[in-house]
């Protein structure tokens, strides 16, 4: 069974950082791309930041120049370094990866979120 297990959230105040981790955990044959998507209260799912296996990067606009995302292969973890957090950050933040089971069957699994809150 594959799982993507979280960690880092919490409460920070305004300015503040965080840094979120997720891991890839189980039996499976490769994790493709792997990113960081957030859903605010009363907002819609919307993507962070996400890596392929290569490196490549993609942020949103509104977290460029503040976040970092990047990732350890030979642990199949994904990391988001968030910097100059304001309260508009606030959100359950979600990890997801493309894994192959197999060399020709994959989808993506999500882990179950932490949350994050910046106060003002």
């Known amino acids: 069974q594959v799982q993507l297990v979280e960690s880092g959230g919490g409460l920070v105040q305004a300015g503040g950082s965080l840094r979120l981790s997720c891991a890839a955990l189980?039996?499976?044959?490769?994790?493709?791309?792997m990113g960081w998507y957030r859903q605010a209260p009363g907002k819609q799912r919307e993507l962070v930041a996400s890596i392929t296996s290569g490196g490549s990067t993609n942020y949103a606009d509104s977290v460029k120049g503040r976040f970092t995302i990047s990732r350890d292969n030979a642990k199949n973890t994904v990391y988001l370094q968030m910097n100059s957090l304001t309260p508009e950050d606030t959100a359950v933040y979600y990890c997801?990866?493309?894994?192959?089971?197999?060399?020709?069957?994959?989808?993506?699994?999500w882990g179950k979120g932490t949350l994050v809150t910046i106060s003002s």
């Open positions: 997801n990866a493309y894994i192959r089971l197999r060399a020709y069957d994959g989808m993506d699994y």
């Open positions: 189980g039996r499976f044959f490769s994790v493709n791309a």
